[in-house]
């Protein structure tokens, strides 16, 4: 994850098209480590307005493939102390420059 991206990372919930993408899908987690390939990807999602039917196809992909942002989700204390959580733990573990 790039340091632009922090800042802009998008909570729980919110609903996004992605590049080259036909269907929203809402974002239900972040900082997702692939099982197999081990790699870290940005935001998991699934489909919108359906919501997770499967566990197994949940959507990976980086915030650069965000085409356009439709909701963001809720931002409250408890998001907004998570995120700068999030950011001294990727600080901390060199996924992230410090500023």
């Known amino acids: 994850m790039r340091e632009e991206n922090i800042k802009k990372i998008l909570p729980i919930g919110s609903v996004v098209t992605l590049k080259d993408g036909n269907k929203k899908v809402m974002i239900t987690g972040r900082i997702q480590v692939h099982k197999d390939t081990q790699k870290v990807y940005d935001y998991c999602a699934c489909y919108y307005p359906e919501g997770i039917l499967d566990p197994h196809e949940l959507f990976l992909f980086m915030h650069e493939d965000i085409e356009q942002v439709h909701?963001?989700?809720m931002q409250d204390a408890d998001e907004r102390g998570f995120c700068q959580f999030m950011e001294?733990?990727?600080?901390?573990?060199?996924?992230l420059k410090s500023a």
């Open 71 to 73: 909701f963001m989700g």
């Open 88 to 95: 001294e733990r990727l600080k901390e573990l060199n996924m």
